[in-house]
């Protein structure tokens, strides 16, 4: 079946122009994760969506950085004014709230490079 | 807050056994999990430990010792395919947001060498 789907794959930014990132989780998933994980690192949190609640956004490293899961399906983690630190790969994850609920689904990322 | 340690990089050899370590700093502790991830692309669910124990599964296992703030990924008969980083995350006892969020480590890059 099909996974986490997530676009641009990759993405060139201008320093302080605005990106939206979108994710496709898999169909049926409550819960959706965005990540950001900087060459050579591991993932580090963003921010938790449980439907279209956005439940923890402890993990925004500013308040240029905006998500959003309106109908509790498709995300957009959304970066306005890009910086160059924002260079990194956004990962999304979904997971279900059945069966193996511990057990988070990547997509591919987006890798963003801000110039 | 929550600290994780493992080896950046190890090197084996085909067909042996390599052991990757974690150790892991929490304040508060509800399961660990390994993930596997080859270059440029997407962390893949490799195993997840939440009691002490081995968890088998295929050439893979996963050791967790709660007490210690340890675990272990084992990989037997190792593949060039196994080539990848490997990712140990722990996940905090809820928060009251009720987030399942994960804390990885930086990840050790496993060379697999004929």
């Known amino acids: 079946g099909a996974g986490v789907s997530q676009s641009p794959r990759y993405k060139v930014a201008k320093r302080g122009q605005d990106v939206a990132l979108r994710c496709d989780p898999i169909s049926g998933h409550v819960s959706l994760f965005w990540y950001q994980q900087a060459l050579g690192q591991g993932p580090e949190f963003l921010t938790y969506f449980q439907n279209e609640a956005q439940l923890d956004k402890s993990g925004l490293p500013s308040d240029r950085f905006f998500a959003e899961r309106p109908e509790g399906s498709v995300s957009t983690l959304k970066i306005q004014r890009t910086q160059q630190e924002d260079s990194a790969v956004y990962l999304c994850?979904?997971?279900?709230?059945?069966?193996?609920?511990?057990?988070?689904?990547f997509g591919p990322g987006t890798r963003l490079t801000v110039t | 807050g929550q600290n994780i340690d493992q080896p950046t990089e190890m090197t084996a050899t085909e067909g042996a056994i390599v052991q990757i370590n974690c150790t892991y700093q929490?304040?508060?502790?509800?399961?660990l999990f390994w993930y596997q991830q080859h270059a440029g692309e997407a962390p893949t669910f490799l195993s997840y430990?939440?009691?002490?124990g081995l968890e088998e599964k295929g050439r893979f296992s996963s050791f967790l010792s709660r007490s210690k703030g340890y675990s272990y990924l084992l990989l037997k008969e190792l593949q060039m395919k196994d080539s990848a980083s490997y990712l140990c995350a722990v996940r905090a006892l809820e928060s009251g947001a009720g987030s399942y969020q994960l804390t990885f480590g930086k990840g050790t890059k496993l060379s697999v060498i004929p």
């Open positions: 430990n939440v009691l002490d």
């Open positions: 929490t304040s508060g502790f509800n399961g």
């Open positions: 994850a979904s997971s279900s709230s059945g069966g193996k609920p511990y057990e988070q689904y």
